[in-house]
């Protein structure tokens, strides 16, 4: 590909479109002034679409959201030291998913002095850090590095390129000094970048897999994350069908890898199931039960299948296993299920009677769930089962939810059992302030289905509200936000009382730092960005608020629904 010559900014994007990155999420910061010129370049067809969140956290947010939804590899450029910081807490949830991207910081390195453009005083005063942006957020990245010559500058985009898209895949990091980005490059980038192919799981191994689960009695699989690839979820169904395993998502599932209204959908609570477990597959599950030293039942063994199954970013592990296997999961699904179906016999009696099981299991579910939610449908204020039950009751087949919240999410999943694998994907790991990018990021990929936000009240006031809000009216892109509002931070008040159950503040019912009084008229911030909103108080009104946001949404228009729920004071 030939550089040699070209401006660096212009190399700059000229790369990333040959690395087959077609969405730029971004956030302003003068030193990327270049890239700028060269993106109002008419003659310049080689660039990707250039996306500004006005947030550095949004636009980190947005590229996770694109990539979960798309498969494909999106780019993010912060502002250089402060921006990088501003991303660093998406960065680390990116981390911590596997989420590819590759993020692009500016900095400055001769701050006025050399011959190249003068930044202005305020760099050296106020931008720069020792080490520059690079240093700053190299633990909540992949990889980390500065650009430290022209010379390098095309081979190293597309490196960052490779690296985030290597298994294990993630956020990959570099600073790119503004004095590079107008000088001209001196060499060409190489002829032909590719991306590797993803690693295979050994054959042995997987050999071993499904002779231990053909002679399991009650075998179960956990899997949080096998969902990332739809195609994996459909090996996945046709394993579970065909071998009659029961499939459990553990609480906090970053995806729907398992049909939510099949029977052998064992649930979202892990302990239950696993305490008469003689084998486990964990499948995609960097948490598949708490502690992680309370394993199954003496005697069962537990095979773990993952890209990534040992984890280096966390700092303690603990789970015990009898076979560690590495490999991309729909790949060795596919291989198991060819294995399995040569050695399976066709009339199993131990097979029947966990069908039997949970055909029955599930009905007494769906029962017990429909009975929750019609229970409290005249409650007031707002019960979050009656929400839930009425939400999953209208949403269209091809609606994607993302959802971002902490005391809710038990009730999303259980309620929201239409969802299919690539129709779910959260918004939250460990800190909050994502959920709205991640379901722009996924709107940008997915432009054509309905995308629904649930989110606590307490998370939305993480988030960059009017950065996102602002997005969805600069960009057109209609989401339907939920806000289910107790008016406070339930899960804070209810480790009071978990750690200090005779303490003063169950004894005196004072709670303090969890409420969010008086709450604000979310749906009055809504209509000054031209978005559909509304705050419900009746029951009676559930349905026909969703709706209305539903219809909003089909007009091309935003929607927020304020859905005020029973106040945690």
């Keep these: 590909m030939r550089t040699k010559g070209l401006a660096g900014a212009e190399v700059f994007l000229r790369v990333l479109f040959e690395m087959q990155v077609e969405r ?9 002034a270049p890239v700028w010129e060269f993106l109002a370049n008419p003659d310049l067809n080689s660039k990707p679409l250039y996306l500004s969140s006005r947030h550095e956290e949004i636009a980190v947010a947005m590229a996770s959201g694109y990539a979960k939804a798309s498969g494909r590899l999106p780019a993010v450029m912060l502002h250089t030291t402060v921006g990088a910081l501003h991303g660093s807490m998406a960065l680390r949830g ?3 998913e596997n989420i590819p991207m590759v993020v692009f910081a500016g900095e400055s390195i001769a701050f006025g002095e050399g011959e190249g453009p003068d930044p202005g005083g305020h760099w050296l005063s106020q931008l720069a850090d020792v080490g520059g942006p690079a240093r700053l957020v190299e633990r909540c990245v992949k990889w980390s590095f500065a650009v430290n010559t022209p010379v390098i500058l095309p081979a190293t985009i597309e490196r960052a390129c490779q690296l985030a898209m290597t298994s294990p895949k993630g956020p990959v990091f570099v600073s790119l000094p503004l004095e590079f980005l107008t000088a001209a490059v001196p060499r060409d980038a190489a002829a032909r970048a590719v991306y590797p192919e993803p690693p295979a799981a050994d054959d042995g191994g997987l050999d071993k897999l499904v002779t231990m689960l053909l002679e399991a009695r009650h075998p179960v ?3 949080q994350a096998c969902g990332r690839s739809v195609a994996a979820a459909e090996r996945l169904v046709e394993l579970a069908e065909l071998l009659c395993i029961p499939v459990i998502e553990p609480r906090a599932a970053g995806y729907a890898s398992f049909p939510r209204d099949h029977p052998l959908h064992a649930g979202f609570d892990a302990a239950p199931v696993l305490a008469d477990a003689d084998f486990v597959l964990v499948l995609e599950a960097k948490g598949p039960w708490h502690p992680p030293s309370a394993n199954p ?29 590495t490999g991309a999961v729909a790949d060795a699904l596919t291989r198991m299920l060819e294995k399995a179906r040569k050695q399976v016999q066709p009339a199993d009696p131990m097979r029947s009677a966990r069908s039997r099981h949970w055909d029955a299991r599930h009905r007494e579910q769906r029962r017990t769930k429909e009975e929750e939610g019609l229970g409290c449908k005249d409650r007031k204020p707002l019960d979050q089962h009656w929400v839930l039950h009425a939400l999953n009751e209208i949403l269209p087949s091809d609606a994607i939810v993302v959802e971002e919240t902490i005391t809710h999410r038990s009730a999303i999943d259980r309620h929201l059992d239409r969802l299919k694998p690539g129709h779910f994907f959260s918004g939250a790991i460990g800190g909050l302030g994502t959920g709205l990018g991640t379901a722009l990021g996924v709107k940008c990929a997915a432009a054509q289905s309905p995308v629904v936000l649930l989110i606590g009240d307490g998370s939305f006031n993480y988030n960059p509200v009017l950065a996102g809000l602002g997005f969805c009216q600069e960009f057109q892109m209609p989401i339907m936000i939920i806000i289910l509002n107790n008016q406070g931070y339930l899960s804070q008040k209810l480790a009071i009382p978990l750690y200090y159950p005779e303490g003063w503040s169950t004894k005196t019912n004072t709670f303090v730092g969890t409420s969010i009084a008086p709450s604000p008229e979310y749906a009055a911030l809504a209509q000054a ?12 009104e559930v349905h026909p608020a969703l709706e209305r946001g539903l219809k909003a949404l089909g007009s091309g228009k935003a929607a927020l629904i304020d859905m005020r729920l029973v106040s945690v004071s």
């Design 24 to 32: 730029i999420f971004a956030s302003p910061g003068s030193e990327w």
């Design 94 to 96: 990116a981390l911590h």
């Design 221 to 223: 699989i956990v899997t």
């Design 297 to 325: 039942k003496p005697g069962a063994r537990v095979t773990v299948l993952s890209e990534n199954p040992l984890r280096p970013e966390l700092p303690y592990l603990g789970y015990q296993a009898d076979l560690w296997l």
């Design 529 to 540: 960005f031209g978005i559909h909103g509304e705050k419900v108080e009746e029951p009676s």
